[in-house]
C-alpha cells in the first residue's frame, strides 16, 4: 500500500526488512537487510545505505522497528519520535508507568515475571492488591495478543499459566526480546472503547479519524472485529477524546509522525490504552481516505503519512465526509483453512467497497489470545456510521470457511 502511495507521489521508497543479509534479495524491492532483534546493527546499516542514497524520511510499519525508525531518524537528522518515546510507546508497562506519572487516568497496575511460580502472583498483598475483574497482558505483543480479563484468582493463575505457554511459542522467542519475560496485570476499565490515528506534527496533535469499536470488547479476550469511522459520540467527548490522546503522546515522548491510539472512555474518564509510534495496522487503513488542502480529490491514508514523512504539514487535514469502515475477519475455530466460499456475495453487499482475504489455504488458523493474525478484511462506506457497520456485518454473514482440524485420527482397523 505504501508502494502504491509512493508511485502516486512520485516518491522512491527504500525498504528496511528483517531478513538475514546473507540472503540476495529474496523479494527483488531492493531491500536494506535488517534484524529488528539487532536494533544497533540495524541503524547502522541504514545509516550506510543513506550516504549512498539520502533518505528524507522515514515511516515505521508495525511495533518492532519503531525504535530502529527512531534512532536512524536521530541519526540521519530526520523529525521524528523521540527514541526513548518509540521504547516505550511499545512496552504497555513503561506506558502506564508514564501516563501515571503525567497525571492521566490509569487504572491500577502491577507487573510480574511470567517465570514466577503461579502461586507467588501477589493477588492479595501490597503493594498493589490484585481486584477482580483484571486483565493479564504482556506488555510487548500487540493487537490483542495474549490479553485476557480475569474474574477470579483461579482464572487469574490459568490466564498467567495460558500466557507462559504464549511467550514461549517459537515464534515469539525469536524476537529475542527480554521484555517478553515480564507481564501486567491490570483493573479492568468498564466503557466502550476507540481507536485513534492520527498526526504528530513537532509535539501537536492533528487528529484524522476517531473509529468506534462497536462490538463490546469485554473479554475473556479483547479481539477487534469492526472500526467504524466517525462514532456515535458528542463533539464535546471526541475533543476530550483527541485532548486525552495528545497529553498521552507528550508524556509517553511522541513527536512527529503518524500515531495509532486506543482508549476506553465511561462517564468518569477518558482512558488512553496506549499510543503507538506507526500508523493503523494491517490494511485497515485502507479504511481511511484523507482531503488534504492541496489536493483535489482525497488521497489514501498511506499517501498523507508519506507526504508527512517528507516534509508537507499536515494541518487542515481531515477525513472524508462520508462514514466509513472496515471488519477484521475473526478466527471461528483453530484448524487448517482449507477454502473459503461467499467472497463474491459478500463483495456485492451494498456499501461494500472489498473483501480481501488474506489467509493462504492450508494455513494453520489460530484465534486470540495466542493468534497473531486475522482471515482477511472487509471494507465499506455509506453516508451513515450505521449503515457502513450493517454493511460489513452483512457481508460477513455470507462468507463459509472450510477448517480442518490440524490433526486427524484415524479409526482403527
Known amino acids: 500500500m505504501f508502494a502504491e502511495a509512493a508511485e502516486r507521489l512520485g516518491a522512491e521508497l527504500v525498504f528496511a526488512t528483517d531478513r538475514c543479509h546473507l540472503i540476495e534479495d529474496p523479494w527483488r524491492d531492493g531491500a536494506i537487510p535488517i534484524r529488528f532483534y539487532d536494533e544497533e546493527a540495524s541503524v547502522q546499516a541504514i545509516v550506510a545505505a ?25 541519526e540521519l537528522g530526520l523529525p521524528w519520535h523521540s527514541v526513548e518515546g518509540a521504547a516505550t510507546a511499545r512496552n504497555k508497562l513503561r506506558t502506564r508507568e508514564r501516563l501515571r506519572d503525567a497525571g492521566l487516568p490509569v487504572p491500577w497496575f502491577t507487573s510480574f515475571s511470567i517465570a514466577d511460580a503461579i502461586a507467588d502472583l501477589p493477588i492479595s498483598q501490597s503493594p498493589i492488591p490484585i481486584l477482580f475483574p483484571c486483565v493479564v497482558k504482556p506488555v510487548a505483543l500487540s493487537a490483542s495478543r495474549g490479553v485476557m480479563r480475569t474474574d477470579d484468582a483461579e482464572s487469574l493463575r490459568a490466564a498467567v499459566e495460558r500466557l507462559r505457554s504464549l511467550v514461549a511459542a517459537p515464534d515469539i522467542r525469536a524476537e529475542r526480546d527480554d521484555a517478553h519475560e515480564t507481564a501486567l496485570v491490570e483493573g479492568f476499565i468498564p466503557g466502550g472503547e476507540y481507536a485513534i490515528d492520527a498526526v504528530m506534527h513537532r509535539g501537536t496533535i492533528v487528529p484524522i479519524a476517531i473509529f468506534d469499536k462497536p462490538d463490546p470488547l469485554d ?59 506507526r500508523p493503523i495496522g494491517g490494511l485497515c487503513a485502507r479504511a481511511l481516505s484523507v482531503r488534504i488542502p492541496d489536493a483535489d ?82 471494507f465499506a462506506h455509506a453516508d451513515r456510521a450505521a449503515d457502513v457497520e450493517r454493511a460489513l456485518r452483512a457481508a460477513h454473514a455470507h462468507l463459509r470457511f472450510a477448517i480442518d482440524p490440524e490433526f486427524r485420527v484415524r479409526p482403527s482397523g
Open 50 to 74: 543513506a550516504a549512498a542514497r539520502p533518505i528524507d524520511g522515514l515511516v515505521a510499519v508495525g511495533d518492532r522497528p519503531t525504535v530502529i525508525a527512531a534512532t536512524a531518524a536521530s
Open 219 to 277: 473479554g475473556p479476550f479483547f479481539e477487534e472485529t469492526i472500526y467504524v469511522t466517525p462514532p456515535a459520540l458528542s463533539a464535546s467527548v471526541q475533543d476530550a477524546i483527541v485532548d486525552a490522546v495528545a497529553r498521552a503522546a507528550v508524556a509517553i515522548g511522541l513527536h512527529h509522525g503518524p500515531i495509532h491510539a486506543e482508549c476506553r472512555v465511561n462517564p468518569a474518564n477518558v482512558y488512553v490504552l496506549e499510543v503507538a509510534a
Open 297 to 378: 480529490d482525497l488521497i489514501s491514508y498511506e499517501e498523507a503519512v508519506l507526504r508527512h514523512a517528507l516534509g508537507t504539514s499536515p494541518i487542515g487535514w481531515r477525513r472524508e465526509q462520508r462514514a466509513s469502515g472496515v471488519m477484521m475477519i475473526p478466527i471461528p475455530r483453530r484448524g487448517v483453512l482449507r477454502g473459503v466460499e461467499g467472497v463474491d456475495d459478500a463483495r456485492a453487499v451494498a456499501g461494500v467497497d472489498d473483501v480481501r482475504i488474506t489467509a493462504k489455504p492450508d494455513q494453520v488458523l489460530v484465534p486470540l489470545p495466542e493468534g497473531a493474525s486475522y482471515l482477511g478484511f472487509i
